[in-house]
């Protein structure tokens, strides 16, 4: 494949017309769409944060297109992968923020926010993701050829291009995903071994080692890789072994804001909650910004060339098939018409300034996500950064503009998930739009296919979050929505000046100090935040990547290796997502299924099969080598 955009030539010909817009691909990428939505919300309101649906899709595509149907189109295959990962889009922008409506109306401050309100916020933001980002398109993907990689849109490109391999692949997907829904049902439905194993240290009051033995875990630490989930367990080893003992040990019998009770009658998971979420929270706010802070110059010359790239003309094209966008004056039409409606309609609790806010930040943030994704990958692009930076600055003008109390809050945190959702829409647009564009795709085609799964995704996104509050609740230990619970705080600190500034002020310093060590922030930020257990089981996968990563052989045989794992790991975290959300739809019923009464392995026998599940995750990544090697 040719670096030179002008010596480019895509797999399939401009001049050669397949099936791609299909009733099959359609089908398809709309299931797969709802299936990663659900699963990625799930894992997202859990550890805070969400993995790429893109591969897993094509994977999946693959096996029912190429081997079920028999059918042998690349472009109906590219398509599904392009509406199933949507969902996942949707799910992480929304997740990151939503959430927050749900614990007020908990706390009585609010009612609940409707299905109707969530698919709507949902569906604007994914519509202007799209929007936004398709006039960049010839700037970032086709200009830029050669120059940004786009990691994952290659990767997927690559992956269908090995259509051959595809029924080896979705199997190992499969797997997987069955292996993993069976012991999420086993371990937290029938409740015949314990998912978290803690043990309180006793002379380091304050302090509480354990570790939460979940396949969804472990395939996050995996995908993140060793050095991403070591930077997350340094920074839950900083909060429950270094600032949580010194909370203890100084704090003693006195009652501090914003505790209620004396420290020394607070178990480690109180400390936590009380203190350490503060200080996490600063961190975390500050890591996002410190991350914009860095690409500011890119984000300037990201922002300029999209300008210039939409005064140029490219009617020439035009008559390609691989050239076809959606037109531009629709793409306008379609932006007034829903920023006219979030100031007009009911639904969305903003003002016209609120509307404004979320037009121009929404297209400046959907170009620095659409690049972002270009260099470093979907897995690495700071949306909740985005989010935050976004979040108060709209907090602070609808405060001065005289917008406060709860219709304030709630406006910010509209406006924040509307940004979010549509930072996240434009960078997975992006990455397909470069898949399509290696595979020769249709444009337009993508584009439209990426508005329908932003609109199933975002119909049943609400039914999701309804149905885990009304379960667990957020906040909770099953689903602690970490990203929302912090945004929650910012926007009550600043309204109502009643945030505990001096922890925010900690998180933030130590997040300064992070960033002067040349640490990644963010990851070690988030793990500030999350239960050291978590981090644990994250850190699990990571090592289980770096044993793979330095056996001997060539680096086709560990690319091949770590390429399987990544496969398998997907499955564990989609059927882990999937299996958490049916057990809620059980307790929803008064379904019980534990049978812990009468039959349980404890907490030894969880530690047995999580070491069986981390085995058969080694024994995934090496066993096609050593078939091969004979």
Same mark, same amino acid.
């Given at each position: 494949?040719?670096?030179?955009?002008?010596?480019?030539?895509?797999?399939?010909?401009?001049?050669?017309?397949?099936?791609? *817009?299909?009733?099959?691909?359609?089908?398809?990428?709309?299931?797969?769409?709802?299936?990663?939505? +659900?699963? /990625?919300?799930?894992?997202?309101?859990?550890?805070?944060?969400?993995?790429?649906?893109?591969?897993?899709?094509?994977?999946?595509?693959?096996?029912?297109?190429?081997?079920?149907?028999?059918?042998?189109?690349?472009?109906?295959?590219?398509?599904?992968?392009?509406?199933?990962?949507?969902?996942?889009?949707?799910?992480?922008?929304?997740?990151?923020?939503?959430?927050?409506?749900?614990?007020? +109306?908990?706390?009585?401050?609010?009612?609940?926010?409707?299905?109707?309100?969530? *698919?709507?916020?949902?569906?604007?933001?994914?519509?202007?993701?799209?929007?936004?980002?398709?006039?960049?398109?010839?700037?970032?993907?086709?200009?830029?050829?050669?120059?940004?990689?786009?990691?994952?849109?290659?990767?997927?490109?690559?992956?269908?291009?090995?259509?051959?391999?595809?029924?080896?692949?979705?199997?190992?997907?499969?797997?997987?995903?069955?292996?993993?829904?069976?012991?999420?049902?086993?371990?937290?439905?029938?409740?015949?071994?314990?998912?978290?194993?803690?043990?309180?240290?006793?002379?380091?009051?304050?302090?509480?080692?354990?570790?939460?033995?979940?396949?969804?875990?472990?395939?996050?630490?995996?995908?993140?890789?060793?050095?991403?989930?070591?930077?997350?367990?340094?920074?839950?080893?900083?909060?429950?072994?270094?600032?949580?003992?010194?909370?203890?040990?100084?704090?003693?019998?006195?009652?501090?804001?914003? =505790?209620?009770?004396?420290?020394?009658?607070?178990?480690?998971?109180?400390?936590?909650?009380?203190?350490?979420?503060?200080?996490?929270?600063?961190?975390?706010?500050?890591?996002?910004?410190?991350?914009?802070?860095?690409?500011?110059?890119?984000?300037?010359?990201?922002?300029?060339? +999209?300008?210039?790239?939409?005064?140029?003309?490219?009617?020439?094209?035009?008559?390609?098939?691989?050239?076809?966008?959606?037109?531009?004056?629709? %793409?306008?039409?379609?932006?007034?018409?829903?920023?006219?409606?979030?100031?007009?309609?009911?639904?969305?609790?903003?003002?016209?300034?609120?509307?404004?806010?979320?037009?121009?930040?929404? *297209? *400046?943030?959907?170009?620095?996500?659409?690049?972002?994704?270009?260099?470093?990958?979907?897995?690495? /692009?700071?949306?909740?950064?985005?989010?935050?930076?976004?979040?108060?600055?709209?907090?602070?003008?609808?405060?001065?503009?005289?917008?406060?109390?709860?219709?304030?809050?709630?406006?910010?945190?509209?406006? =924040?998930?509307?940004?979010?959702?549509?930072?996240?829409?434009?960078?997975?647009?992006?990455?397909?739009?470069?898949?399509?564009?290696?595979?020769?795709?249709?444009?337009?085609?993508?584009?439209?296919?990426?508005?329908?799964?932003?609109?199933?995704?975002?119909?049943?996104?609400?039914?999701? %979050?309804?149905?885990?509050?009304?379960?667990?609740?957020?906040?909770?230990?099953?689903?602690?929505?970490?990203?929302?619970?912090?945004?929650?705080?910012?926007?009550?600190?600043?309204?109502?000046?009643?945030?505990?500034?001096?922890?925010?002020?900690?998180?933030?310093?130590?997040?300064?100090?992070?960033?002067?060590?040349?640490?990644?922030?963010?990851?070690?930020?988030?793990?500030?935040? %999350?239960?050291?257990?978590?981090?644990?089981?994250?850190?699990?996968?990571?090592?289980?990547?770096?044993?793979?990563?330095?056996?001997?052989?060539?680096?086709?045989?560990?690319?091949?290796?770590?390429?399987?794992?990544?496969?398998?790991?997907? !499955?564990?975290?989609?059927?882990?997502?999937?299996?958490?959300?049916?057990?809620?739809?059980?307790?929803?019923?008064?379904?019980?299924?534990?049978?812990?009464?009468?039959?349980?392995? !404890?907490?030894? !026998?969880?530690?047995?099969?999580?070491?069986?599940?981390?085995?058969?995750?080694?024994?995934?990544?090496?066993?096609?080598?050593?078939?091969?090697?004979?």
């Amino acid at each position: 494949m040719s670096n030179n955009k002008n010596d480019f030539k895509p797999y399939i010909p401009a001049d050669r017309v397949v099936p791609e *817009f299909t009733v099959t691909s359609i089908l398809i990428g709309i299931f797969l769409a709802i299936v990663f939505g +659900a699963a /990625n919300a799930y894992l997202g309101l859990r550890v805070g944060m969400t993995v790429s649906a893109s591969i897993p899709a094509a994977v999946i595509s693959m096996a029912i297109i190429r081997i079920i149907l028999r059918r042998d189109s690349i472009l109906e295959n590219n398509l599904v992968q392009t509406i199933g990962s949507a969902g996942e889009s949707v799910a992480a922008g929304a997740i990151f923020t939503l959430p927050a409506l749900f614990l007020w +109306a908990k706390e009585g401050v609010i009612d609940p926010p409707s299905v109707i309100t969530i *698919f709507m916020i949902a569906l604007v933001g994914g519509i202007l993701g799209v929007a936004f980002m398709v006039p960049l398109r010839q700037a970032l993907i086709v200009e830029e050829h050669g120059t940004l990689p786009f990691p994952e849109g290659t990767a997927c490109a690559e992956v269908l291009l090995a259509g051959e391999e595809g029924g080896s692949k979705a199997g190992t997907v499969f797997a997987g995903l069955g292996i993993s829904a069976l012991y999420k049902l086993i371990a937290d439905g029938a409740k015949i071994f314990p998912s978290e194993v803690g043990y309180a240290i006793k002379g380091y009051a304050g302090s509480q080692i354990g570790i939460q033995v979940l396949p969804a875990l472990t395939g996050v630490g995996y995908i993140c890789g060793p050095k991403i989930s070591s930077y997350m367990l340094a920074g839950s080893t900083l909060s429950w072994f270094v600032l949580m003992p010194m909370i203890a040990l100084f704090g003693g019998d006195a009652i501090i804001f914003p =505790g209620a009770v004396p420290i020394s009658t607070m178990d480690p998971g109180t400390i936590w909650g009380t203190y350490i979420k503060y200080i996490g929270a600063g961190a975390v706010a500050a890591g996002g910004i410190i991350s914009l802070i860095k690409t500011f110059p890119l984000i300037v010359k990201t922002f300029g060339q +999209a300008m210039s790239s939409m005064k140029k003309n490219h009617a020439a094209n035009a008559s390609l098939r691989t050239e076809q966008d959606l037109p531009m004056p629709l %793409l306008l039409i379609i932006v007034v018409v829903i920023a006219l409606a979030i100031w007009i309609l009911p639904v969305f609790p903003v003002n016209p300034i609120g509307a404004i806010i979320i037009v121009v930040f929404g *297209f *400046f943030f959907a170009t620095v996500s659409s690049r972002m994704v270009g260099l470093i990958g979907s897995s690495n /692009n700071p949306v909740s950064g985005m989010a935050i930076a976004t979040l108060i600055i709209a907090t602070l003008l609808l405060k001065a503009t005289g917008t406060v109390g709860v219709t304030g809050m709630m406006g910010a945190i509209s406006i =924040g998930a509307i940004i979010c959702i549509i930072a996240a829409i434009a960078g997975d647009c992006s990455q397909d739009l470069k898949t399509g564009f290696i595979l020769g795709a249709t444009p337009k085609k993508q584009q439209i296919g990426e508005m329908l799964g932003v609109v199933v995704s975002s119909a049943a996104i609400g039914f999701v %979050l309804y149905l885990l509050s009304e379960v667990w609740g957020f906040g909770s230990n099953e689903i602690p929505a970490p990203q929302a619970t912090m945004m929650k705080m910012l926007v009550e600190g600043i309204m109502n000046a009643e945030l505990p500034w001096a922890l925010i002020l900690i998180g933030v310093c130590a997040a300064i100090v992070i960033e002067i060590l040349q640490i990644p922030v963010l990851p070690f930020a988030v793990g500030m935040y %999350l239960p050291f257990s978590l981090n644990a089981g994250i850190m699990s996968g990571g090592i289980i990547r770096y044993i793979v990563e330095s056996r001997k052989g060539s680096e086709e045989e560990k690319k091949e290796a770590v390429d399987r794992g990544i496969l398998y790991t997907s !499955g564990l975290i989609a059927g882990e997502g999937l299996m958490g959300v049916i057990l809620a739809l059980l307790a929803f019923f008064y379904i019980d299924v534990d049978i812990s009464d009468k039959f349980s392995i !404890g907490q030894i !026998g969880s530690i047995v099969v999580f070491i069986l599940l981390l085995l058969s995750l080694v024994y995934v990544c090496v066993s096609k080598s050593k078939k091969s090697s004979k």
